[in-house]
């Protein structure tokens, strides 16, 4: 028995030894057989200008080749109008023995280039709010499958930057939490449904921009961090991104930490080093748009992505101008010519890219088979992501739906959310000053008196004066706020007895936060930040 056991394990562990070598001669053969300027173009994840591939862009893509195409808004109106794009693009690629890669932001809340409930996932904050590696690897999944479906095969997602500022960090509307065990394990969960339903991950924006409170669109960010202990917290997530699978990983545009005075981007510390040695990541490194004003106030844009190649950059991705990317293919090629990049160099990069492209699998023939899961998780999301924060033994307010109910605020998502749910409703969104003015005979004391229950925005102007006069009149009222990261600020601001908090601005969200209101749905959320809340408050 143990003679047979022995025997399968040594069987299969050469099966996958021969199926590795064997992966490894068809690689070597694809490269001796590619020309050096097909090589160059596979270095190459390119974006276009319109809706339609003019003249222009099709001479364009024949004389770069590029290895892969990014998709934005830009491109088309809805989902349906991709299909046929990728139909033309493939048509017209001069390479034909390789597969290109689709790509596309489709991160999820505020970043998302395909709108409509069967394609826009919940954000990053949101999920993290739920705490669930099930509901982030479904997620995953769904996204996963509803773009494969319509052709792309790479997403550029998750975002594993933890914000360190809840305040002015451009990442905190992006990110899983403050949390670096959160984060690493929903970007594991999400990256595994990715990888389920056929399509590439990219965990993005190596080592961790979440400090920097720059953009690297508008400038050259710079991080320091303050201990060793921080600098690991940050490429936490990334280190179990990698171990995990991930197959990117997009490097950024920002000057990290005494080892490097070059972005990281351009950098052969972070990548060759870092990631390539320290991690041990075998997949491909991508670099974010290299047209970035971080990069232009450093090098011209071609000279930039030569040395990014030179420092172990594997795609280099130019997204708009296609001056720029002719501009990087003919340095490229010009450098690879020269010698500046060697044959090793490039044929380890084009090896990686031969590799991955060996995993895209084809569109999914059972098109729309999946096209209801993801609207049924956001409505899960949603539910589970609703935050509802009180005074130490306070009873819930309880609004119900025949309540007469009125709104301050000038949200009207959320007013129309909540005209969905409530039959009686009215709106103040005048400034008091203006109410009192115009209603001089009618104070604003009576004016509540009339309705059952306050919504207050936490932006209305005067939210703090009306949350007074509630106090004072035992008028039943609620604060509601959709930046959750001034959760914090809104509770020391306002003191409210009681802050329903929700993580995107939509009438689903809305609607799970007004089911907590009336006492139909549980508050389960979870604020996704390490702070500790003000004395006298608590999640009820």
């Given at each position: 028995m143990k003679r047979n056991l022995t025997c399968c394990i040594f069987l299969l562990i050469l099966s996958l030894t021969c199926s590795s070598a064997y992966a490894g001669d068809m690689i070597s053969k694809k490269l001796s057989l590619m020309p050096l300027e097909e090589k160059i173009g596979q270095l190459m994840l390119i974006g276009f200008q319109g809706r339609h591939l003019s003249n222009k862009d099709i001479a364009h893509i024949k004389k770069i080749r590029p290895g892969g195409i990014v998709f934005y808004s830009r491109n088309f109106r809805d989902a349906t109008d991709i299909p046929p794009l990728i139909a033309k693009i493939t048509s017209v690629a001069p390479q034909k023995s390789l597969p290109m890669f689709f790509a596309i932001d489709q991160e999820g809340g505020i970043v998302h280039r395909i709108q409509g409930e069967f394609y826009k996932p919940p954000s990053e904050p949101a999920i993290g709010a739920t705490d669930s590696e099930k509901i982030a690897r479904d997620i995953g999944l769904a996204v996963g499958r509803s773009l494969r479906n319509i052709g792309i095969n790479v997403n550029l997602a998750p975002v594993l930057d933890i914000p360190s500022d809840l305040v002015h960090s451009p990442l905190i509307m992006r990110s899983y939490g403050t949390d670096p065990d959160k984060v690493e394990r929903l970007g594991i969960s999400y990256i595994k449904g990715l990888r389920e339903a056929g399509l590439l991950s990219t965990a993005k924006h190596f080592p961790g921009i979440g400090k920097a409170l720059e953009d690297a669109h508008y400038s050259l960010p710079h991080l320091k961090w303050d201990t060793e202990a921080e600098k690991a917290r940050a490429l936490r997530p990334f280190a179990g991104a990698v171990e995990a699978g991930t197959d990117m990983l997009m490097v950024s545009h920002v000057i990290a930490g005494p080892e490097s005075s070059l972005p990281v981007s351009l950098s052969a510390y972070w990548m060759q080093v870092v990631l390539r040695r320290e991690l041990n990541f075998k997949g491909l490194i991508v670099v974010d748009n290299i047209e970035m004003k971080a990069i232009e106030s450093q090098l011209p844009v071609a000279s930039a992505a030569v040395e990014s190649v030179k420092a172990g950059a594997d795609i280099i991705m130019v997204s708009h101008e296609r001056t720029n990317q002719e501009k990087v293919f003919f340095s490229l090629l010009d450098a690879a010519r020269r010698g500046e990049i060697s044959r090793s160099r490039l044929d380890e990069s084009v090896g990686r890219i031969i590799e991955a492209k060996g995993r895209v699998k084809p569109v999914n023939a059972?098109?729309?088979?999946?096209?209801?899961?993801?609207?049924?998780?956001?409505?899960?999301?949603?539910?589970?992501?609703?935050?509802?924060?009180?005074?130490?033994?306070?009873?819930?307010?309880?609004?119900?739906?025949?309540?007469?109910?009125?709104?301050?605020?000038?949200?009207?998502?959320?007013?129309?959310?909540?005209?969905?749910?409530?039959?009686?409703?009215?709106?103040?969104?005048?400034?008091?000053?203006?109410?009192?003015?115009?209603?001089?005979?009618?104070?604003?004391?009576?004016?509540?008196?009339?309705?059952?229950?306050?919504?207050?925005?936490?932006?209305?102007?005067?939210?703090?004066?009306?949350?007074?006069?509630?106090?004072?009149?035992?008028?039943?009222?609620?604060?509601?706020?959709?930046?959750?990261?001034?959760?914090?600020?809104?509770?020391?601001?306002?003191?409210?007895?009681?802050?329903?908090?929700?993580?995107?601005?939509?009438?689903?969200?809305?609607?799970?936060?007004?089911?907590?209101?009336?006492?139909?749905?549980?508050?389960?959320?979870?604020?996704?930040?390490?702070?500790?809340?003000?004395?006298h408050y608590g999640y009820l």
């Amino acid at each position: 028995m143990k003679r047979n056991l022995t025997c399968c394990i040594f069987l299969l562990i050469l099966s996958l030894t021969c199926s590795s070598a064997y992966a490894g001669d068809m690689i070597s053969k694809k490269l001796s057989l590619m020309p050096l300027e097909e090589k160059i173009g596979q270095l190459m994840l390119i974006g276009f200008q319109g809706r339609h591939l003019s003249n222009k862009d099709i001479a364009h893509i024949k004389k770069i080749r590029p290895g892969g195409i990014v998709f934005y808004s830009r491109n088309f109106r809805d989902a349906t109008d991709i299909p046929p794009l990728i139909a033309k693009i493939t048509s017209v690629a001069p390479q034909k023995s390789l597969p290109m890669f689709f790509a596309i932001d489709q991160e999820g809340g505020i970043v998302h280039r395909i709108q409509g409930e069967f394609y826009k996932p919940p954000s990053e904050p949101a999920i993290g709010a739920t705490d669930s590696e099930k509901i982030a690897r479904d997620i995953g999944l769904a996204v996963g499958r509803s773009l494969r479906n319509i052709g792309i095969n790479v997403n550029l997602a998750p975002v594993l930057d933890i914000p360190s500022d809840l305040v002015h960090s451009p990442l905190i509307m992006r990110s899983y939490g403050t949390d670096p065990d959160k984060v690493e394990r929903l970007g594991i969960s999400y990256i595994k449904g990715l990888r389920e339903a056929g399509l590439l991950s990219t965990a993005k924006h190596f080592p961790g921009i979440g400090k920097a409170l720059e953009d690297a669109h508008y400038s050259l960010p710079h991080l320091k961090w303050d201990t060793e202990a921080e600098k690991a917290r940050a490429l936490r997530p990334f280190a179990g991104a990698v171990e995990a699978g991930t197959d990117m990983l997009m490097v950024s545009h920002v000057i990290a930490g005494p080892e490097s005075s070059l972005p990281v981007s351009l950098s052969a510390y972070w990548m060759q080093v870092v990631l390539r040695r320290e991690l041990n990541f075998k997949g491909l490194i991508v670099v974010d748009n290299i047209e970035m004003k971080a990069i232009e106030s450093q090098l011209p844009v071609a000279s930039a992505a030569v040395e990014s190649v030179k420092a172990g950059a594997d795609i280099i991705m130019v997204s708009h101008e296609r001056t720029n990317q002719e501009k990087v293919f003919f340095s490229l090629l010009d450098a690879a010519r020269r010698g500046e990049i060697s044959r090793s160099r490039l044929d380890e990069s084009v090896g990686r890219i031969i590799e991955a492209k060996g995993r895209v699998k084809p569109v999914n023939a059972k098109r729309g088979s999946y096209v209801n899961d993801l609207r049924d998780i956001s409505r899960s999301v949603a539910e589970h992501s609703v935050t509802a924060l009180g005074l130490n033994d306070l009873t819930p307010v309880i609004i119900d739906k025949d309540s007469k109910v009125l709104y301050t605020g000038y949200n009207l998502t959320l007013f129309k959310g909540l005209q969905d749910v409530f039959r009686q409703n009215e709106i103040l969104n005048t400034p008091l000053a203006m109410y009192k003015k115009m209603f001089q005979g009618f104070s604003l004391r009576d004016f509540l008196r009339r309705f059952d229950g306050i919504i207050i925005d936490a932006d209305y102007p005067d939210a703090f004066d009306i949350i007074a006069l509630c106090k004072e009149t035992g008028q039943r009222y609620v604060v509601m706020l959709n930046h959750p990261s001034l959760t914090f600020e809104t509770l020391g601001r306002l003191k409210p007895d009681l802050l329903i908090v929700t993580f995107e601005n939509t009438r689903l969200h809305y609607g799970a936060a007004l089911q907590v209101i009336q006492g139909t749905l549980k508050a389960k959320g979870r604020l996704p930040y390490r702070q500790e809340l003000p004395a006298h408050y608590g999640y009820l």
